[in-house]
């Protein structure tokens, strides 16, 4: 009997990357074929993301194409937007099971179960009845791991669904998650990116704490690097700092989100510090790693956001100098507290300060990498490969290049970094 074969979507964040590859695995574990998203399927399953209206766009647009290119192939959608909006998905002609965040480690079951194409099949929960922890990391698909720590969130950030459409803040225990970090070793990865939704709230289920997580994984032979996805501001604590200075695996190298300069923004936004706050976690940050790569989150065009709050938000970052901003317009999301204040901003005005934001990021982040020109340094490169060059990571996040050369694929080398181009790439020179 010919082998059913398989494709998979992805679409948001790294925490879906990581259950995607889960999913995917069971799925070959169970003899199906895995092919390439746009190849063929019979069966092809969506991981949504509904963090923007843009978002669910997006997912209804996959939908119809790949209905489009395999019109007898089982479609089986999860993630946010299915966890948000079940019935609007499987209104979409084609679709055949909707699973709710709470069920998604249950998709390949399910799709067993199904006797053929027909009417959707939807299993939807509430945001309170989502409590099932769904064990995550990714393989295969890249030279770094993306490692499921925690889920959900209890903060309510007045622009945010992701709490509705997560759940609750919750993890797994410590024991449990360095076995998966050997087990990830045990495959020769040498990476792993601890993810979560509000990563460093861990411990919420298990009375555990996030700092005694890294201390663990840090004693697993086989892994050589560790990177925090993102840590919130007020969770990035002085002994978590210092853990990450004193440690050789956890590399120099945050995100942490500031969404807006504004102390005035910030308390609309109900986020949990002050711009002073997070002013000082990046001086103690930079205190103990003046190398540190920080990567900040910012939102513009929040409801009330002035012309002066902006104009604060870009003083304040040219102040603190991140290496790069992640920048975000506002997305009014339903059932979010944000999207009954006043004072909306224009499309047009959010537009313009997304692009300052932009050329500001671009410098910044040139200065930063045009620092690293003349220094030696230690690079785990990776298996993309673009005219004839193959590409890496310093430890503090700057990509470097070289000619491609198969024996150096995911292991980490020592190089002296070169010129830097027009990509703020930077070129190296093997030292060994
Ligand atoms: S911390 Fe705020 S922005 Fe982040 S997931 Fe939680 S509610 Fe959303």
């Known amino acids: 009997m010919q082998q059913r074969r398989v494709n998979f979507h992805t679409l948001g964040c790294k925490l ?76 979409i002609e084609g679709v055949d099971l909707v699973l709710s965040n709470n069920d998604k480690g249950s998709l390949y079951r399910r799709v067993l179960e199904l006797s053929g194409k027909g009417r959707a ?9 989502i409590t099932s922890f769904f064990a995550a990391f990714s393989t295969g698909d890249r030279t770094r791991t993306f490692l499921k720590v925690q889920d959900g969130c209890d903060y309510c950030c007045a622009y945010c669904t992701i709490h509705y459409a997560r759940g609750s803040s919750r993890n797994m ?33 298990t009375g555990e704490k996030f700092i005694d997580l890294l201390k663990a994984l840090n004693e697993v032979d086989g892994i050589e690097r560790y990177r925090i996805s993102s840590i ?52 103690s940050v930079r205190r103990l790693m003046p190398d540190a790569f920080i990567g900040i989150d910012v939102i513009v065009g929040f409801p009330g956001e002035s012309d002066e709050d902006f104009r604060t938000t870009y003083r304040f970052l040219e102040e603190v ?42 410098r910044l982040h040139a200065d930063f990498c045009q620092q690293g020109v003349g220094e030696e340094d230690t690079v785990l490169f990776e298996s993309t490969r673009r005219n004839g060059m193959m590409f890496g990571y310093t430890g503090n996040y700057r990509r470097v290049k070289a000619p491609y050369d198969a024996s150096k694929i995911n292991t980490i080398c020592r190089v002296k970094l070169l010129n830097m181009d027009e990509n703020h790439d930077l070129e190296a020179e093997f030292c060994d």
Not at 33 to 49: K, L, T
Not at 180 to 193: D, S, T
């Open 16 to 91: 879906n990357f990581s259950e995607t590859s889960t999913l995917a695995r069971q799925f070959e574990e169970g003899g199906f074929v895995r092919v390439a998203p746009n190849a063929p399927a019979d069966i092809c399953v969506i991981n949504s993301c509904s963090v923007t209206e843009h978002a669910d766009k997006k997912c209804r647009n996959l939908i119809r194409k790949l209905h489009r290119q395999n019109p007898d192939a089982i479609i089986a959608v999860t993630g946010c937007y299915a966890q948000l909006k079940p019935y609007e998905i499987g209104d």
């Open 121 to 129: 099949h939807i299993y939807s929960c509430d945001t309170d009845d």
């Open 173 to 205: 225990p410590i024991a449990d998650i360095v076995k998966e970090a050997e087990r990830i070793a045990a495959e020769g990865q040498k990476e792993i990116v601890i993810t979560g939704v509000n990563t460093g709230d861990f411990g919420r289920t």
């Open 232 to 283: 919130e501001p007020n969770l990035l604590t002085e002994e978590i700092i210092e853990f990450c200075a004193s440690s050789p695996k956890f590399q120099h190298h945050f995100h942490i989100p500031l969404q807006s300069g504004s102390d005035r923004i910030l308390g609309l936004m109900r986020r949990r510090y002050t711009s002073k706050k997070f002013a000082e976690r990046i001086a």
């Open 321 to 362: 100098r991140p290496a790069f901003l992640h920048i975000f317009p506002y997305s009014e999301r339903p059932g979010t507290p944000a999207i009954h204040f006043p004072d909306k901003v224009q499309s047009s005005v959010a537009t313009r300060r997304v692009q300052e934001l932009e050329e500001l990021c671009d």
